[in-house]
């Protein structure tokens, strides 16, 4: 298997501008994950989705932020628009369910100007 | 809200063993445990659930006291390959419901031959 893929791997962009990040979880994992790392707010989970659907997004900062599933393979972080402080690592991770061991991408190295 | 982690940093001589602490002011649900070696992705090692589990696999080791709401990873005959930072998640059930997962700031932990 491939391992979790994230897309793209890094993004510059400018002030405003709408970013969407992009994740293909491990084939056969219900479980899928946002995270979010920067240096000043550490490790942060953004939002949880079991089978396809959102459980938990208690951690997306503000409305800016929407995170989509339409199917088992497939799971987009969108930031409209976005802000320098939105600069970050964000990490998808995939399990079979929430308390099987997580698989992580590579991540994306998100930089707002 | 966010756990605490102690040591903040550790460094070890290769086989020597290490204990890292995560505390939290909550009743905790689940405890994650995570390693991030620098300029990549965490690495799952376990979770543990209420009910003061214990798990392990290879030499390293985790333990969950409950009534404490505390945690400890336990490193074994350390190896080079062990060097990274090691992160806590607590997790809690909220009052209106869902749960809550904080991570810690994280051990840097260090072996050197």
């Known amino acids: 298997d491939a391992g979790v893929i994230q897309s793209p791997r890094h993004e510059v962009t400018e002030m405003g501008q709408e970013v969407t990040l992009r994740c293909k979880p491990i084939?056969?994992?219900?479980?899928l994950f946002w995270y979010r790392q920067t240096m000043m707010r550490g490790l942060e989970l953004l939002i949880y989705f079991n089978n396809n659907v959102p459980i938990d997004d208690s951690g997306m900062p503000e409305d800016r932020f929407s995170a989509k599933m339409p199917n088992a393979s497939f799971s987009t972080l969108k930031i409209q628009p976005s802000e320098p402080r939105d600069s970050a690592v964000y990490f998808c991770?995939?399990?079979?369910?929430?308390?099987?061991?997580?698989?992580f991408g590579p991540g994306t190295r998100l930089l707002v100007l | 809200q966010q756990p605490v982690q102690s040591p903040q940093a550790v460094i070890l001589r290769e086989g020597e063993d290490a204990v890292i602490n995560c505390s939290s002011s909550k009743a905790l649900y689940s405890v994650h445990w995570y390693r991030q070696k620098h300029g990549e992705a965490p690495v799952f090692l376990m979770i543990l659930l209420k009910g003061g589990e214990q798990k392990g696999h290879d030499k390293i080791s985790a333990s969950f006291n409950e009534k404490k709401q505390q945690s400890s990873l336990y490193l074994t005959a350390s190896q080079l390959s062990y060097s990274g930072t090691y992160f806590c998640?607590?997790?809690?059930?909220?009052?209106?419901?869902?749960?809550?997962?904080?991570f810690g700031t994280g051990t840097q932990l260090k072996v050197e031959l």
């Open positions: 998640g607590t997790e809690w059930i909220l009052t209106g419901g869902g749960n809550k997962l904080t």
């Open positions: 084939s056969g994992h219900n479980s």
């Open positions: 991770a995939s399990s079979y369910n929430r308390e099987e061991t997580q698989y």
